[in-house]
């Protein structure tokens, strides 16, 4: 593995892990931030909601306090017992018309309220006026009930205070004794009616008001949907119809068996935001009480939403992200291989250069663009050029005085051989020399002079 290819990838060993740990983190971070932001909107928007619905309970039960002072009720409770009313001479009759007249107008001004009823202590219907069809009407005298069976009627009679405002349950209403059809979700706003002669009970006011109305200020879904449930657990409002009201119809469904982490929850709680792991959703819930002094009847008014759907603007910013990430990945691939040419470059070049100086290369040089660098880079490729400039003056000079040296040496040789064959030349004339007079003096008789040992050649 070249040094280039080692570079790239040590910086890549650095950058992938860095840019991994961060995306890791703000991608943590930002999934926390999103979704306590998310939950603290719903969260602002579902008390908003449930003020909304407070505040027209208040009103319904201001309306049913206005109601049931009309002076008409009064002249009815005076007028039923002769027929004429001692007070002014009107009879029930007239006190009756007048009092259809006044629940008239208050329909016509106060849509969501779709039947206002004055019932006698019995339970009789004395006067009732209704919206029907889009079309409002007054009840004629054969169609008037009798309702002391009714849950509503018997527990406004127990009222201790009469000025309180007993809010019935949300359930479908009932005419005749059966379920209405098509099914109307009623939320009943009753008062006592007492005399105002002698202050026995005298009967009640019913405003009946449609409460899929009422539970529309309080469907207002930011993400997922909302539900309404009561406090045991029979669904008021839901996507799903076929679960509505399982307390009085067939199917008898009943949202706690569903969940009874809320069962436990209610119990703890007024409000909360609960994260489902297993349906991986969120449902944030409020209660909402209806009933004025009582704890135990309430709405549950329930956000739920998918975590995905919480955390699709976050997703969609995770995939941006990676997508950048894997672009800027490649780019500093290219910025990684451009720095590693940038820097091994040159050190590719040094090494050439040192190899040509080792080979002993002549003509060799280092690039003007390396030696005009301003950095280390520059200043080392000027000593490699000087020391290489340095070596071949040192070679030159090295080669001149070995020529010199050579030559001198020669000449001291060839004087050596000369004067090595002088010398040869007069030690072979000393030697005949010397045999000449040995040979002398043996023809003159006398003893050889010199002892000569004369080599064959």
Known sequence: MNLRRKLIYII????????AFFLYVSSHYTRGIILEDKIKSINAILDQNVNSALQAVHEYKSSARLTVRYPPVQGIIRARKTGIDPLDGSSLQDWKRRLQSLFYSKLETLEPVYQIRYIDAMGKELVKVERLGGHIRVVPEEELQNKSDRYYFQ????????????????DLNKENGRIQIPYKPTVRFCIKVLGEDDGRFQGIVVLNVNADELFNLLNVPIFGDVFIVNQDGNL????????????QLSHGYNYFKEQPELVKNLKKKDFMSFYDKGEKEY???KKLYYQDGSKDRYWVTVHRFKESQLLALFYSWHRTFLASTAVGIVIICFLAWFFADTIIGPIIEMSRAASEVKMGVEGFAISNKLKERKDEIGQLAQAVEDMSRGLAEGNMRLDRTVKEKTAELKKRMEDLEKFNRIMIDREKRMVDLKNTINELSKELGRTPPFD??????
């Open 283 to 285: 449902r944030v819930w």
């Open 12 to 19: 890549l060993g650095l950058v992938i892990p860095a840019l």
């Open 452 to 457: 000569v040992f004369k080599k064959e050649t």
């Open 155 to 170: 527990n406004t009679a127990k009222m201790q205070d009469s000025h309180q405002v007993y809010v019935s349950p949300v």
């Open 236 to 247: 008021l409002s839901h996507p799903d119809q076929s679960k509505l009201y399982g307390a």
